[in-house]
Structures are given as structure tokens and as C-alpha cells.
């Protein structure tokens, strides 16, 4: 296994991580890094941890080096070297990370989640706009990985804020049995494409295969987050198994557009290195004054299930005042 | 019966477990015996879609619209009112969808032919249906 770090890799070139990425071999794991600089979107960091803590889960060793590159201590502060237990050969004063990040956190259960969400409110230091949204797409990934991925490790989170262009990123993997084998319970599906693409779907959960899912799971979570990124004109990556879809970014000059079938959207689906486990990488930019029940209004103008019968019980739902 | 939320899951509910024995616990027995529900949100400043499906939305499916009768949201901030809708939306829209289907079933069983939604041609298995919804609203 190998796992190479690039000068860049963030959601618009992440296909840069993927031809350094060696995940035939798994009795070895050598991390490396760009010599000169290496700047990585938070998905990047999460995956790399999670994939090292699951060959050392197996009694694996993690071998390889860091480079001295101007984002060293960037890296060491997120917490890579810690989970890699790999020496970075630098030590670092840790600041407050108040408002500007989130390092790199395993959570195993549902207590280390809502532990993990009590701590995400001091640090992400913002007005409830941007930080409900995150708060949000982490409790709803992070559940999903829990529930359904069979990760051994758990789930691995951080999140960067940019905040030159007011971007957050965040990244969240796991190392269990992947979308396809998910999915695949309970859908026809032969492929990690085909099952990312059913994933992303509203109302199909791999839990059931009823539309618009059981008592527990509604398939919802992964649309509505594909949903926040889009209406916020921004970028989401989902990779399992051999396949990685990418959401692209909608252009200024349209309006963001919602649709059911991640096909219908703009994006690509690249061929990738066989991952045991998933990993969902998303960009939000939320500005003042942007309403998060508008966005969701318009994802639930976009979810419903249309049937021929279909009523609107708006109108019927008893809220008061 | 009043339940307050926010005593249960502070300001953020996420927490789908506590939202489930919620539900079987209040929620279900409750509507089964008739009795309103009232589901308190003050002070919760945001919800998941998952938790509100968690507490909700099995009620809904079994019960039918009728449950709407019986359930009242109190003090629900906008987004919070926004899930609470979308979740009803889509449980008795689904609710509708497999009643529709368990009537199609005897005919194709009969005729032999594929199930369908919405007019698409659906897995017999039940799996993969395609539902699209677009909101065109390019420039």
C-alpha cells in the first residue's frame, strides 16, 4: 500500500491523489509526500489516517517520511503524523484552533459523535449561517459511516476554513465494507458506480429496498449533502470500491440546479485504486445573511416521491404558533 | 401528551437512537390510543432529516395521514419546521407509492409484466427505482 501526497489535492484536482495511491498490496504501507509543498483538502488527511489506522489495526507497521515543506506544521497541527505514527522529525506549538479548523478525530460511537459535535460549536467560531450546515453534514456522514460501513476503525473527520474565500472543507472516511457491498443487501447492483449512483439517490438506503426507506433510515442523507454543496455552488467527492463521483461546481451564470440522479448533475465518475471503505469530501461556502431552511426548502421541493397520488400535506402538518 | 425536545437532544437533534426510543416509547403508543402528541421544540435551533425520520416517520407510515390529526409541532424554528415537513412529505408520499405498487402487483403478477412507478419501467425486485425531480431553474 501507498499513499503519496501531492503538491495539491483539493475536490477540483483530487485525481492528483489517486495516481499516488497504491492500495493492492496490504502488507506494507508507505507514506510519502511532495518534496516542495504539499497542500491537501481535509478528505485527503481523513483518508490517509484512516487507511494507517486500519493496516496497524492488522499489525502492520506504517513506514515512510515527511518532507520539510512550508505546510509541515499545518500537517502535524491536523494531527497526520499522530495517526500515521510516522516521526515528522519537527515539533509544533499548538494553537488554539479556534475558527480556522477541526484536526483530525476518530469517532467510533455514538457517544464520541455527540462528544465531537459539542466540541465542533467553540471551534468553529461562527454565526449559526455557516456553522448549522456543518454541523449538519458532519452528524449526518459521520452517522452513516457508523451505521452502515462496518468500520472496524470508525470514522475519521477534519475540516479546514479558508478564510480567504470563506470556504470550509470537510472530510470524512471510513475503512469498512464499502457502498457496493452496502448496497447491494438489498438493490441489484454489480458495481461501486452503480451503488454510489443508488446511494445518492433520495428515498433508497442500503438497509431496504423500499423507497423512501424503514423505520430508521430514510436514503436521504447523502442527497440532502450533495444538495448543500450544490446550492452553495460548491464541490462534493464520494469514493468506494474502485469508483470516486465528483460533483462538479455550478457556473455562476447558472442557477444551481437539484436533481434525484447524481447522473443528471454535473459531475464525473473516475475510476480509482479499490478502497476498502468510503470516503465523502465536501466543500460549503456559506456567506451572511444565506438562510440554511431556504437551501433546505428547495432540496425538499426536489425530494418528494412523485407518485400519482401525490398530495401536498403541508397545509395538514399542526404547527404552533 | 407534551414532550419538550429540547430536555431530550439540547439544541441540535441528531441523535437518531434517542429519536427512535422516543418513538416507541411516546410517540407510537400515543397515536395508537388516539391521544395528541405535542412535540415542544423550543429552544432546538436544529434538526437532521434523519432524526426527524427517526421520530416520525414510521408513525406516519403506519398510521396514515391520519396520524397528522393527532401530532402538533410546537415552537419549531424555520428550519426545523422546514425537515419536519419534508420528512411528512415523503413518508405518506411513500406510503401512497407502495400502496400503489401492492396494487399494480396482483395485475402484473397476472399479466406478467415489469412493475412500474411513475410510469418507468421498475425491478421486479423491487430495487433501483428512478425517481427524478428537477427544478429547471436555469436562466
Request: net charge positive; charged share 25%.
Given at each position: 500500500?501507498?499513499?503519496?501526497?501531492?503538491?495539491?489535492?483539493?475536490?477540483?484536482?483530487?485525481?492528483?491523489?489517486?495516481?499516488?495511491?497504491?492500495?493492492?498490496?496490504?502488507?506494507?504501507?508507505?507514506?510519502?509526500?511532495?518534496?516542495?509543498?504539499?497542500?491537501?483538502?481535509?478528505?485527503?488527511?481523513?483518508?490517509?489516517?484512516?487507511?494507517?489506522?486500519?493496516?496497524?489495526?492488522?499489525?502492520?507497521?506504517?513506514?515512510?517520511?515527511?518532507?520539510?515543506?512550508?505546510?509541515?506544521?499545518?500537517?502535524?497541527?491536523?494531527?497526520?503524523?499522530?495517526?500515521?505514527?510516522?516521526?515528522?522529525?519537527?515539533?509544533?506549538?499548538?494553537?488554539?484552533?479556534?475558527?480556522?479548523?477541526?484536526?483530525?478525530?476518530?469517532?467510533?460511537?455514538?457517544?464520541?459523535?455527540?462528544?465531537?459535535?459539542?466540541?465542533?460549536?467553540?471551534?468553529?467560531?461562527?454565526?449559526?449561517?455557516?456553522?448549522?450546515?456543518?454541523?449538519?453534514?458532519?452528524?449526518?456522514?459521520?452517522?452513516?459511516?457508523?451505521?452502515?460501513?462496518?468500520?472496524?476503525?470508525?470514522?475519521?473527520?477534519?475540516?479546514?476554513?479558508?478564510?480567504?474565500?470563506?470556504?470550509?472543507?470537510?472530510?470524512?472516511?471510513?475503512?469498512?465494507?464499502?457502498?457496493?457491498?452496502?448496497?447491494?443487501?438489498?438493490?441489484?447492483?454489480?458495481?461501486?458506480?452503480?451503488?454510489?449512483?443508488?446511494?445518492?439517490?433520495?428515498?433508497?438506503?442500503?438497509?431496504?429496498?423500499?423507497?423512501?426507506?424503514?423505520?430508521?433510515?430514510?436514503?436521504?442523507?447523502?442527497?440532502?449533502?450533495?444538495?448543500?454543496?450544490?446550492?452553495?455552488?460548491?464541490?462534493?467527492?464520494?469514493?468506494?470500491?474502485?469508483?470516486?463521483?465528483?460533483?462538479?461546481?455550478?457556473?455562476?451564470?447558472?442557477?444551481?440546479?437539484?436533481?434525484?440522479?447524481?447522473?443528471?448533475?454535473?459531475?464525473?465518475?473516475?475510476?480509482?485504486?479499490?478502497?476498502?471503505?468510503?470516503?465523502?469530501?465536501?466543500?460549503?461556502?456559506?456567506?451572511?445573511?444565506?438562510?440554511?431552511?431556504?437551501?433546505?426548502?428547495?432540496?425538499?421541493?426536489?425530494?418528494?416521491?412523485?407518485?400519482?397520488?401525490?398530495?401536498?400535506?403541508?397545509?395538514?402538518?399542526?404547527?404552533?404558533? | 401528551m407534551k414532550i419538550n425536545m429540547?430536555?431530550?437532544?439540547?439544541?441540535?437533534?441528531?441523535?437518531?437512537?434517542?429519536?427512535?426510543?422516543l418513538r416507541?416509547a411516546d410517540i407510537r403508543p400515543s397515536i395508537r390510543k388516539g391521544q395528541r402528541v405535542c412535540l415542544d421544540?423550543?429552544?432546538?435551533?436544529?434538526?437532521?432529516?434523519?432524526?426527524?425520520?427517526?421520530?416520525?416517520?414510521?408513525?406516519?407510515?403506519?398510521?396514515?395521514?391520519?396520524?397528522?390529526?393527532l401530532l402538533e409541532?410546537e415552537?419549531?424554528?424555520?428550519?426545523?419546521?422546514?425537515?419536519?415537513?419534508?420528512?411528512?412529505?415523503?413518508?405518506?408520499?411513500?406510503?401512497?407509492?407502495?400502496?400503489?405498487?401492492?396494487?399494480?402487483?396482483?395485475?402484473?403478477?397476472?399479466?406478467?409484466?415489469?412493475?412500474?412507478?411513475?410510469?418507468?419501467?421498475?425491478?421486479?425486485?423491487?430495487?433501483?427505482?428512478?425517481?427524478?425531480?428537477?427544478?429547471?431553474?436555469?436562466?
Amino acid at each position: 500500500m501507498k499513499v503519496f501526497l501531492p503538491n495539491s489535492a483539493n475536490l477540483q484536482n483530487i485525481t492528483g491523489l489517486l495516481s499516488g495511491l497504491d492500495l493492492s498490496n496490504s502488507k506494507t504501507f508507505d507514506f510519502s509526500m511532495h518534496k516542495k509543498w504539499v497542500a491537501v483538502h481535509p478528505v485527503v488527511l481523513a483518508m490517509t489516517a484512516c487507511l494507517a489506522e486500519k493496516f496497524r489495526e492488522g499489525g502492520g507497521v506504517v513506514t515512510g517520511k515527511a518532507e520539510n515543506v512550508p505546510t509541515l506544521a499545518y500537517l502535524i497541527r491536523m494531527g497526520l503524523f499522530k495517526y500515521l505514527g510516522v516521526d515528522p522529525g519537527k515539533s509544533i506549538t499548538e494553537h488554539e484552533e479556534s475558527g480556522r479548523f477541526i484536526p483530525l478525530t476518530q469517532i467510533q460511537n455514538n457517544d464520541e459523535l455527540k462528544q465531537a459535535i459539542v466540541n465542533l460549536v467553540p471551534l468553529l467560531h461562527a454565526p449559526a449561517a455557516v456553522a448549522d450546515p456543518i454541523k449538519y453534514v458532519f452528524s449526518e456522514m459521520v452517522r452513516n459511516a457508523l451505521e452502515h460501513s462496518q468500520s472496524t476503525v470508525g470514522a475519521f473527520v477534519c475540516a479546514q476554513y479558508y478564510s480567504e474565500s470563506k470556504r470550509i472543507a470537510i472530510g470524512i472516511a471510513d475503512a469498512g465494507i464499502g457502498v457496493l457491498n452496502t448496497m447491494r443487501q438489498h438493490h441489484d447492483v454489480q458495481s461501486s458506480r452503480a451503488a454510489i449512483r443508488l446511494a445518492l439517490q433520495p428515498g433508497i438506503t442500503g438497509t431496504t429496498s423500499r423507497i423512501g426507506g424503514n423505520e430508521f433510515n430514510a436514503g436521504a442523507g447523502l442527497f440532502f449533502t450533495k444538495s448543500i454543496a450544490t446550492l452553495s455552488r460548491n464541490r462534493f467527492c464520494f469514493y468506494s470500491g474502485d469508483s470516486m463521483f465528483r460533483l462538479m461546481k455550478t457556473r455562476k451564470r447558472y442557477d444551481p440546479e437539484l436533481h434525484a440522479d447524481p447522473n443528471d448533475d454535473p459531475h464525473s465518475f473516475v475510476r480509482a485504486p479499490l478502497l476498502k471503505g468510503t470516503v465523502v469530501g465536501i466543500d460549503l461556502s456559506i456567506e451572511q445573511g444565506f438562510e440554511f431552511a431556504a437551501l433546505l426548502e428547495a432540496i425538499r421541493e426536489a425530494y418528494f416521491i412523485d407518485v400519482k397520488q401525490k398530495k401536498n400535506y403541508a397545509k395538514k402538518i399542526r404547527f404552533s404558533p | 401528551m407534551k414532550i419538550n425536545m429540547f430536555d431530550i437532544v439540547g439544541d441540535f437533534g441528531e441523535d437518531k437512537d434517542a429519536a427512535a426510543a422516543l418513538r416507541e416509547a411516546d410517540i407510537r403508543p400515543s397515536i395508537r390510543k388516539g391521544q395528541r402528541v405535542c412535540l415542544d421544540f423550543d429552544g432546538v435551533t436544529l434538526v437532521t432529516q434523519s432524526f426527524i425520520h427517526a421520530l416520525i416517520s414510521d408513525v406516519l407510515r403506519t398510521t396514515g395521514e391520519a396520524a397528522l390529526e393527532l401530532l402538533e409541532f410546537e415552537n419549531c424554528a424555520n428550519v426545523v419546521r422546514g425537515i419536519i415537513s419534508t420528512v411528512v412529505q415523503y413518508s405518506l408520499d411513500s406510503m401512497l407509492a407502495s400502496a400503489s405498487l401492492a396494487e399494480e402487483e396482483p395485475r402484473r403478477q397476472k399479466s406478467n409484466q415489469p412493475m412500474r412507478l411513475n410510469g418507468k419501467k421498475k425491478n421486479v425486485k423491487g430495487k433501483a427505482a428512478k425517481v427524478r425531480h428537477t427544478k429547471s431553474r436555469r436562466k
